[in-house]
């Protein structure tokens, strides 16, 4: 895999860190551009952030790859991939589930009055989407999901629970994965739906999380929908969700916020001593950095995977599981190792006096473990990499 960029892919990557510094001096930058936040301002709600989105669209940024017929550029996805790089490394607001996720979803399976509707307002950053996939009891197995969507009339009734809903409180939309054929084989009786979520019968409830990170159960009561209401085939959801969550993965687990998180591990443990002894020039700790490097530089290779296989055109499902199980987990290991050698001043907070780089890796040890359930858990990424990377079967 040769991973040089061309003359083009680096001028645009010059382009979108020009467009960003213009960005950086907006006032209230630092409501959508925070490295701090561990490349999480995008689940963050607020006009700025949505501004600065809108702004993205205006410039082009967003729907690049997608066909031209539906407003997009038809350019490599290698473009979009340095600008999620880019956008993470400073921790703005990625491209998005809408762009991603969504948006290629309906593309390929939705009707066109769906994409008609839909795809303007992904482009413009005008619409936000929750997605509906975990429910209590289900845990990471999709499914076995138990959201019940029963057929009235030309429409469906649905009744049941979802769970870990990011976004369900600010969004717009619902991507919603429901049961429509209980009789059929768990992987076959599922369909996906687009449901306002001001729909009556919708009801949100906040779930706080570490991290200062909300989430959401959300309570369907007597929801009523229409036949608009269906994504692609009836029944054929759980193809959809698979592929949704692939395109999750290739466009929110970037590698420029570890490359920055392992830096800036670098710099924390250099003024530190032990016993009177810089932590430099301590053995155990030299041979601890060296091998999380050369993890980082694995992490880095397994990314240029996902990319590789999404700019020839495939759904990367297992290099952006197998980049995700070892990034997300990496991310931990280094905040970890950082936090042993700090000793009690790495667990001050923000703002506490004598804090650490600001008190950055005490809020990074929180909010690391919900990278590894976020866009589908370890334990199904390892999945997904046995059965279609290994092909090993079942039970």
């Keep these: 895999m040769d991973f040089k960029l061309s003359p083009e892919e680096m001028a645009f990557a010059q382009g979108v860190r020009a467009f960003l510094d213009e960005e950086a001096q907006h006032p209230d930058a630092h409501d959508f551009m925070d490295p701090d936040r561990d490349a999480h301002s995008q689940l963050a709600n607020s006009r700025q952030r949505r501004d600065f989105c809108k702004r993205m669209g205006a410039k082009g940024y967003l729907g690049m790859s997608w066909p031209k017929s539906v407003g997009g550029q038809e350019i490599p996805g290698i473009f979009e991939y340095l600008l999620n790089e880019e956008l993470a490394l400073r921790g703005a607001p990625l491209i998005g589930k809408g762009v991603g996720c969504i948006g290629k979803t309906i593309i390929r399976h939705g009707t066109e009055e769906m994409q008609q509707r839909f795809l303007p307002l992904i482009l413009d950053a005008e619409v936000e989407f929750a997605l509906g ?5 289900s845990g990471s197995d999709l499914a076995s999901l138990k959201l019940k969507a029963e057929a009235d009339g030309d429409g469906w009734v649905l009744n049941g629970q979802k769970v870990w809903t990011t976004s369900a409180h600010f969004a717009e939309w619902y991507w919603v994965a429901a049961r429509t054929d209980p009789d059929a084989p768990k992987h076959k009786g599922i369909s996906v739906f687009l449901i306002p979520m001001d729909h009556p019968g919708l009801t949100v ?21 229409g036949p608009d209401a269906l994504v692609g085939e009836l029944n054929k959801g759980w193809t959809y969700v698979c592929e949704a969550l692939d395109f999750e993965r290739f466009t929110f687990y970037t590698v420029n916020p570890l490359l920055q998180k392992f830096e800036r591990a670098l710099e924390a443990l250099r003024t530190r001593a032990r016993h009177g002894k810089p932590l430099s020039e301590d053995m155990g700790v030299r041979r601890a950095v060296g091998r999380l490097g050369a993890e980082v530089e694995t992490a880095k290779m ?64 929180q909010t690391t473990p919900l990278d590894t359930i976020g866009g589908g858990t370890s334990e199904v990424q390892k999945n997904i990499i046995a059965r279609r990377g290994l092909g090993l079967p079942l039970g």
């Design 133 to 137: 996939y975990s429910e209590p009891g």
């Design 205 to 225: 409830r906040p779930i706080e999380t570490m991290g200062h990170h909300r989430t959401n159960e959300v309570f369907f009561d007597n929801v009523r929908i």
């Design 302 to 365: 397994l990314q240029r995977r996902v990319v590789d296989a999404a700019s020839k055109g495939g759904v990367p499902a297992i290099e952006a599981a197998m980049y995700k199980v070892f990034s997300t987990r990496l991310g931990q290991e280094i905040t970890n190792f950082v936090l042993d050698h700090l000793g009690p001043a790495g667990l001050l907070r923000k703002g506490a006096e004598g804090a650490v780089d600001g008190g950055v890796w005490e809020h990074f040890y």
